[in-house]
């Protein structure tokens, strides 16, 4: 029989009731090579024959005036075996002792009485999960007389030295997130996490696969604590013919409809020639907050940050922190007696928080020199700014600043996007411009760009949170050629990626970037993969929107979402 599974044999029948008896699971002393009571009893006699031995020998010594920590080589051979033996018994029988206490009864768990008992289960917690552990979850409702009584499963088998850690972990002695650690092992450790955090809330972690994850790679790096990993369907969109070169666009959602939509647009661009994009600017922002004890001091350092002949001290300064990382500049703003300095730099073709965070310290530390009164409140002052949305970001840019455009032709419109070109601008003015005014938008001049970024982020490894800022858009149509044919665009000031560093080295991430051909950092130009994939990015906006406006343009959105994201059965004549 599989150990893995336990088999379930029909007993005696009381009253109608189906009664099940689980059999014990094979036990650790059942691979002793000889028999217990053999084992049990060679290791009583060594027990008592080196304890009554060391006695003789201490006697021997006191009468002697010999002192007790000179010992014999026999001696020394003797007190290994009384400890030996001592552990052994101790094992064997002082566990089991301890928990025949405190391990509850199988009257107190399944609600059986003294007259009648609707099952009988054989259950060694020391060995199994959070599933079949009777200690470790909370007892169930006594059950009804007469109702079937529960089966408890044991579909993993531990061993008995992670079931101590286990323990340890939910009793609190071992932290959780010093398993790795103690263990060398990522894998092993998260599936014992996994199953401590199972114990202690009571709650079932079943669907969140486990094993086929490479969780050292993300040690220290991408998530603490791992317990496992979540799945998240990949589709394709394109080819998008942008800049004379095809691109695969992979976008990871669980939105029906959303990748047929995008792909729909790829296609009309593709069928006119492709798209043209332009990178604006590409510099990664970080803004310190400093404190002064008036408002004149806090002015000198903006006055000092801003001088042009001051900047080329402090670029130095500040591009000792790395090889890629140069400052582009500074800009200030004050508040009372606070100051709120902006630093730009460029990062290669990483995303570059760290990196201007580690440059902006080194100046923040050569300033405390000629600033001695200068207190510095917070690396991070919010002037940046980062995962927020912020209308700097969106005046000055942050990351990369994308254009992408493309013209698409009349024909193309009706054959493809089922649609015209008058009301496709028409629609643009008033939603994704007017609509957008009215509701006080701030970057969110579009349809839907939040959609095509988080999707493209998620599949290439880049900071999710940072899809706030780098989904501000402003999405322009306007009719061309005599009003036959269609101009599009979008502008994204703060497009925050990279193609290396963070999630963009897992697996999965890698062979993403690797289907569009920014994969790691680039050796002949440092930083060209990370602006091209901010293109791309941009492009897949470009279609994303021109497609979804089609579809409102032409009524076809519930229809569409219904076919894909949504189920069409008339809910109405469903009988409750």
């Known amino acids: 029989m599989d150990v893995r599974q336990r088999s379930m044999k029909p007993v005696n029948q009381r009253k109608g009731v189906k009664a099940v008896i689980v059999e014990e699971p094979p036990k650790a002393s059942d691979a002793l090579l000889l028999p217990l009571y053999f084992t049990n009893g060679v290791f009583f006699t060594l027990f008592f024959s080196v304890v009554y031995y060391l006695l003789t020998r201490w006697r021997e010594k006191i009468r002697n005036s010999t002192p007790l920590h000179v010992v014999t080589l026999s001696e020394i051979v003797a007190i290994l075996t009384f400890v030996a033996s001592f552990i052994y018994l101790l094992g064997f029988f002082g566990i089991g002792f301890v928990q025949s206490f405190t391990r509850p009864s199988h009257d107190d768990v399944w609600g059986a009485d003294d007259e009648e008992e609707d099952i009988i289960i054989k259950e060694d917690t020391r060995s199994a999960p959070c599933a079949a552990a009777i200690d470790c979850l909370p007892l169930p409702p006594k059950a009804p007389k007469g109702a079937p009584a529960p089966i408890i499963a044991n579909p993993v088998l531990l061993s008995e030295e992670d079931e101590e850690i286990i323990k340890s972990v939910v009793a609190g002695t071992t932290p959780s997130y010093a398993l790795e650690s103690k263990l060398g092992d990522c894998h092993r450790a998260a599936a014992i996490r996994r199953e401590a955090l199972q114990r202690t809330t009571g709650k079932s972690l079943d669907g969140l696969p486990l094993d086929g994850f490479d969780y050292q790679s993300i040690l220290g790096q991408c998530c603490e604590m791992p317990i496992g990993y979540v799945q998240i369907p990949v589709g394709i969109a394109g080819p998008m013919l942008l800049d004379g070169s095809e691109y695969s666009v992979p976008m990871a959602t669980t939105e029906g409809c959303l990748v047929a939509s995008t792909n729909r647009g790829c296609k009309a661009i593709y069928a006119c020639g492709g798209a043209t994009s332009v990178l604006l600017k590409d510099g990664m922002t970080r803004a310190p907050v400093v404190r002064f004890g008036t408002a004149k001091r806090a002015a000198d350092l903006k006055f000092f940050l801003e001088n042009p002949l001051n900047f080329e001290t402090l670029a130095m300064v500040f591009n000792r922190s790395s090889r890629f990382g140069r400052l582009q500049s500074i800009k200030c703003a004050i508040a009372g007696k606070n100051l ?20 902006v310290q080194n100046v923040l530390d050569y300033l405390q020199s000629d600033f001695p009164d200068m207190d510095v409140i917070g690396i991070s002052g919010n002037f940046c700014s980062d995962k927020k949305p912020a209308a700097v970001n969106w005046i000055e840019g942050r990351g990369k600043s994308v254009v992408c455009e493309a013209i698409i032709k009349e024909e193309v419109v009706r054959k493809v996007l089922k649609t015209n070109v008058a009301a496709l601008v028409e629609l643009n003015m008033l939603k994704n411009l007017t609509g957008s005014a009215m509701a006080g938008a701030l970057g969110g001049f579009n349809a839907h760009a939040s959609n095509i970024v988080s999707a493209v982020y998620l599949a290439t490894g880049q900071d999710p949170a940072q899809n706030i800022e780098s989904s501000h858009c402003i999405t322009m ?23 290396v560093g963070g999630g963009t080295q897992l697996a999965s991430q890698s062979a993403c970037l690797n289907l569009l051909g920014v994969k790691g950092a680039s050796k ?15 492009a897949a906006v470009l279609a ?10 032409a009524g076809q959105l519930v229809n569409s979402h219904m076919k894909y994201n949504r189920s069409s059965k008339d809910v109405s004549k469903v009988s409750s």
């Open 477 to 499: 149509m306007e009719a061309v050629n005599d009003g036959k044919d269609l101009h599009v665009s979008v502008t994204m000031p703060s497009i925050e990626v990279g193609t």
């Open 340 to 359: 709120y300095m902006r630093f730009c730099c460029s990062t290669g073709d990483a995303m570059g928080m760290n990196m201007v965070s580690k440059g």
């Open 524 to 538: 002949e130009a440092p930083g060209s993969n990370s602006r091209q994939l901010a293109k791309v990015v941009a």
């Open 544 to 553: 994303g929107e021109l497609s979804l406006m089609s579809a409102i343009a």
